[in-house]
Structure formats: structure tokens, C-alpha cells
């Protein structure tokens, strides 16, 4: 009875005097019938009880929906005009749809949206489970009876409802409003995103001649009640399976006698069979992942009001990661823990390999494309040893670094490497062009964090309590440890020699480590261990998938990429990477350039 005693001194607080007695009579039937006074204490001030649990939510306080605060069931929450002029602005909503299974993005697609100063949302539920869990978050939602493609199918609905929607994607991150941009086009019946990676138009308004004509995206569609005959013919070419054609069938239609309006100053054309008006939002203020990545919007100095994630085909774990990278996703407080902490390492290059990199394109001739594998792989063998030092030490989360390339790569939405231009001294591709990061969560689970980790304000905290591990290069070895004892930190540091032992790094640093947070390994991370013959083998077998593309049936020689290049013979094939002409999207060229030591420093680390 304490709880609900609580809960009535809250309430008395927030209602005036003449309250009281009314006030009290409520918590007390509600101790004895629901124990739930708390949740509707706080709702009287204006919240949901799940938007004020914090961490599993982490969403700003909004408006409770529904009010009446229980559960009952799908039927209860369908699509219907008093909901969406409930949440509507205007006439206007952004509205998203997933299932249970992406529901984490689904938190990061409304706190973005909210944070912009959107509250005119709503979120659909493909199956119960997602539903209640929007229920109870506060989440504007409603369930989907889902009978053809949810896209489409969601776009007639509104339609027949009145209403303006901006439909994306669920892994879209919202970074502005989009309704009153919307606004500035009242003569639009259909506005689409593109994946286009050079921008027609100066500013954030809608595409001119060249990317109007080239496919639309479906990230985002902003479709008025206007274009319902577009969106029936639409929903009637979809093939059985619904989603296969659906991009395909979606552009044939909107490019079918598409007309340019050189009257019209808004870039807007006459689309279907000249029946609507249609526009592409613009590139850099509407931008694929890819773009973004590219630093597009940073060319004409646009803000944008969405990005939508890289690599479409790729697992929740890739998207995560990248969205990470990006400084897009907002996640829970466990992602800043870890039970054994957290490993990083400098990913710094030989001076000697760096020159040698090639600066023209990439696999044209033997020469450079060796060169660029013997770069690539370097970092491999540094990243490899991470995570086997991770293993060893007691089971830590690497921080994986970027990767990093000579030259100027183009952003390609297929993924893969692309062939460079001299322009750019040098260039960093994302880890996940290399690494399978649905294959490592797998082996690795909780075991990896992005690059930009411990700059993140909430992650750098942690370097304040990190054990700082230097690898000796050879001239320089006399004050170094053997590893054959106990390393314990001077002033947070140890100083070990090169190609310790596993047992030797076990040795030196298990205990020492013990009470950090982050072993930050300093100098040449490759260099810090050899391996057995049985070591290699037994690492191998767990990181046999990792790398992004297995080898095919390519003769061996054209094979660039492998984790054990360093091991010649030891390891399986399952370890190696063939790109075949892969292309690859680059990153946005905000982490600093690789950092090089002076020529003698470097001398002599060559890994054997």
C-alpha cells in the first residue's frame, strides 16, 4: 500500500486542493483494482507511463496515445479518421510500418522525428507484438491487416482517408521536419526520394532535368489524396510476391509520358500519362546513405531532412553499424557497457606501405593491385589481432577503426570497391565493406562497437579509465617486458616487446587489465603476437566468414584480401576475400587522416 500512498502525495502535488478528495478516491480504487496509480498520476501531467521509463524507450515525452491506457488487442487499433486527425498537422503525416523484429529501428525512426519537432507520426504494426510494445512506449500506431505490399497498401489507405503522407522507410533517420517543406509544394500529388549521387539542383528544392528522369527511390514518397488512381494502378501491376517489382512497377508509371514544365519554376512535371504532378526531392537534402556518406550535402551546404541507410540489402547489424558510424542512431545505455570492457588500437601505417599505395585506379595493373592489398591487409592483420587480444584478455568489445586506402573512391549504392582518382591523398572506407558484420555478430556477439565509439560524448568518458599498452618496435626494446610475469601498470601504461606468445600477452596483462575499462593498444598492433600453427588454425575456423565476399572459384592469385595473409598456408580459404571489381561506398571524410610515424620508427616492423 506504500506504492499507492506515494502515488497519492504525487498526485495531490500536481492538482489544486479542491482535488483532493477526488484525486484520492481514484488511486485507491486503482491500488485495489489496477496497482497501476503511478502510470495514470503522470499521465494526468501529460505522459505516457512507458515515455517516462527512459532507457527502454528513449523518447522524448510526448503526447499519451491512447489515452485510455489499455491493451486490447489488434482489432482495437485500426486505421481509422479519428486517428489520423488525431495526430495529423495540417492534413499532414509522416508515417513509417515494421515488425517486431525491427523494433529498434523503429525507436530510432520516431526519436529522430520527434527530436526534429515532429510530433504529426504514426507508426504501423505488421504483427501484435510490435503493436502492444508501441502501446505501451506512447507511440502513435495502428495495425496493419496486411493483404498486399505494405507500402502500397498503406498509400491507398490514406488516400481513401484524405490525408497527405510522407511514407519512408522504417531505418530512415529523420533529421528536420519534413511536413512544411511538403507545404511549399501545393500543386505536388507525387514527391520521391532518389539514390542518385550527383545533385541537379543547387539547394534543397525539388531536382531539375537530370536525376527527374532517372529512377525514383521508395525511401521516401510524399503522395496526396489526388494520386489514388496512381497508387490503384500502382497496387494492380505488383506481381503476386508484392515487393520484387515494386520499385520497377512504381517508376514505369510515374515516367509514362513524363513531360518537363519549363513554365513552372518549381521543377515540378507532368507524370502519368499527364494526369499528375511529380517531382524528386532533392539528393542532398533527401539523401540516400550513400550520399550522405559521400559528403553530398556538404557540397551545396543543404541540411538534410532525412538519410536513409546504406546498403539496402544488408542486415538490421550492418545498418545499425552504419547508422552508428554516422552519428544517426540513439542507442540504449547498455551499448556504453560492456562486463569486460572495451579494446582498442591505433590503426596506424608503415610510412613505406603508404607510399607505396597506389593512387590511380585500383586493378589495372598488378602492381598497384598488390600494393593496395598489401594496405588492406595490413590493417586486417591488426584488426584480426584485436580480437584474438580481446579473446585472450577476458572477452572485451573492439572498437574496429575505419579502413583505410590511397586515393578518391566514388560511393556506388551496390556496395564495393570502386576504382580511384589521384585527386585525394587518401580516402577511408567503411569497415563493413570488408567485414560481414552479420557473420561477426554471430560469432562475436556484443563483441564489436563502431569507430565512433569513444568519440561519441557518452563513449569518450570512458578514456579516462584506460590501460594504455605500448608494442616496442625492435630498436627500442631493452625497458620492455618479456611477458613472462605480470605486467603491473606504471601511471596506466605497460610497455611490451613484439610477437609475445598468446600465453605471454595472456601473462602480462590479464590481471593488470583487470579494473579498466578500455586496453588501448599503442605502436603496431600486428606486431604485438605470433601465433602457433594450431592458433591459426583454431582463430581461423571462428573467423572463417567474416570477410564481406568468400572467395569464388577465381584462381587464387586474384585473391586480395585475407585475414591471415601473414600465415601463408596455415589457414583456410574461408578467411580470404576476392573482390572481382567490388565497388564500395566511402565515408564522409570526417575522421582525421591516418596517422604516420616518422620512416624509423617503422623500420624493422614488418610482420613475419
Not at 491500488?31 to 505516457?48: K, M, P, R, W, Y
Not at 556484443?446 to 569513444?454: I, P, V
Not at 594504455?468 to 625492435?474: A, S
Request: aromatic letters at 8%; glycine letters at 8%; a neutral charge.
Amino acid at each position: 500500500m506504500a506504492r499507492y500512498l506515494h502515488a497519492a502525495r504525487k498526485c495531490l502535488v500536481s492538482y489544486k486542493p479542491v482535488a483532493i478528495l477526488t484525486v484520492t478516491i481514484v488511486v485507491m480504487v486503482l491500488a485495489i483494482h489496477n496497482e497501476d496509480c503511478f502510470s495514470v498520476a503522470q499521465t494526468g501531467l501529460g505522459f505516457s507511463s512507458a515515455s517516462l521509463s527512459g532507457p527502454r524507450t528513449m523518447l522524448p515525452p510526448g503526447l499519451p496515445y491512447p489515452p485510455s491506457g489499455q491493451f486490447e488487442g489488434p482489432r482495437a487499433h485500426l486505421l481509422s479518421r479519428d486517428l489520423v486527425e488525431l495526430h495529423a498537422r495540417s492534413n499532414h503525416l509522416v508515417v513509417t510500418w515494421s515488425d517486431w523484429d525491427n523494433r529498434d529501428f523503429v525507436r530510432n525512426w520516431v526519436y529522430h522525428l520527434r527530436k526534429a519537432g515532429c510530433s504529426a507520426l504514426l507508426v504501423g504494426a505488421t504483427d501484435t507484438q510490435l503493436l502492444e510494445w508501441l502501446f505501451e512506449a506512447g507511440i502513435p500506431a495502428f495495425f496493419i491487416e496486411q493483404k498486399s505490399p505494405a507500402r502500397v497498401s498503406l498509400l491507398r489507405a490514406f488516400s481513401e482517408l484524405g490525408t497527405n503522407v510522407i511514407l519512408s522507410d522504417v531505418d530512415a533517420v529523420w533529421l528536420r521536419d519534413p511536413i512544411p517543406f511538403m507545404q511549399m509544394y501545393p500543386d505536388a500529388d507525387i514527391l520521391a526520394s532518389s539514390d542518385a549521387m550527383e545533385h541537379g539542383s543547387p539547394s534543397e528544392k525539388l531536382e531539375s532535368s537530370t536525376n527527374l528522369e532517372g529512377p525514383a527511390s521508395l525511401a521516401v514518397l510524399f503522395m496526396r489524396p489526388s494520386a489514388r488512381k496512381f497508387i490503384m494502378e500502382w497496387e494492380s501491376a505488383l506481381p503476386s510476391d508484392g515487393r520484387s517489382g515494386e520499385r520497377a512497377a512504381f517508376n514505369d508509371l510515374f515516367h509514362r509520358e513524363l513531360v518537363q514544365l519549363t513554365r513552372r519554376n518549381d521543377n515540378l512535371a507532368s507524370v502519368f500519362r499527364a494526369t499528375l504532378l511529380g517531382g524528386i526531392l532533392s539528393t542532398s537534402a533527401f539523401c540516400s546513405g550513400q550520399a550522405y556518406r559521400a559528403g553530398l550535402q556538404q557540397r551545396i551546404h543543404v541540411r538534410p531532412f532525412v538519410v536513409h541507410t546504406p546498403h539496402p540489402g544488408t542486415g538490421a547489424a550492418a545498418k545499425k553499424f552504419v547508422l552508428r558510424e554516422l552519428g544517426l542512431w540513439r542507442d540504449l545505455p547498455e551499448h556504453w557497457t560492456h562486463p569486460a570492457g572495451f579494446l582498442t588500437y591505433d590503426n596506424k601505417l608503415p610510412a613505406t606501405l603508404w607510399e607505396s599505395a597506389p593512387r590511380g585506379a585500383l586493378g589495372e595493373l598488378d602492381a598497384p593491385l598488390r600494393a593496395e592489398s598489401m594496405l588492406v591487409n595490413h590493417q586486417l592483420s591488426q584488426y584480426r589481432n584485436a580480437f584474438i587480444a580481446a579473446r585472450v584478455l577476458g572477452g572485451h568489445s573492439v572498437v574496429q577503426p575505419p579502413v583505410w586506402l590511397r586515393g578518391d573512391l566514388a560511393a556506388r549504392p551496390e556496395g564495393g570497391l570502386a576504382g580511384t582518382v589521384a585527386s585525394a591523398p587518401s580516402a577511408h572506407i567503411p569497415v563493413d565493406a570488408i567485414i560481414d558484420l552479420e557473420a561477426l555478430d554471430k560469432d562475436a556477439p556484443n563483441g564489436h562497437r563502431e569507430s565512433s565509439f569513444l568519440r561519441n560524448p557518452q563513449g569518450s568518458g570512458l578514456l579516462g579509465d584506460r590501460l594504455q599498452v605500448f608494442i616496442c618496435p625492435d630498436m627500442v626494446m631493452a625497458e620492455c617486458e618479456t611477458g613472462d610475469a605480470v605486467v603491473w601498470p606504471l601511471f596506466g601504461e605497460v610497455r611490451l616487446k613484439p610477437r609475445r606468445t598468446l600465453q605471454q600477452l595472456r601473462t602480462a596483462l590479464f590481471e593488470a587489465s583487470k579494473g579498466y575499462q578500455v586496453i588501448e593498444f599503442k605502436g603496431n598492433i600486428a606486431d604485438a603476437m605470433i601465433l602457433s600453427k594450431e592458433e591459426v588454425q583454431r582463430y581461423s575456423r571462428w573467423m572463417a566468414g567474416w570477410l564481406s565476399h568468400p572467395p569464388s572459384k577465381l584462381h587464387q592469385e586474384e585473391t586480395r584480401y585475407d585475414l591471415f595473409w601473414d600465415y601463408p598456408g596455415a589457414a583456410p580459404q574461408s578467411t580470404r576475400m576476392q573482390t572481382r571489381n567490388r565497388k564500395v561506398g566511402l565515408g564522409s571524410g570526417t575522421p582525421p587522416a591516418p596517422k604516420q610515424e616518422a620512416p624509423q620508427w617503422w623500420q624493422g616492423l614488418t610482420h613475419s
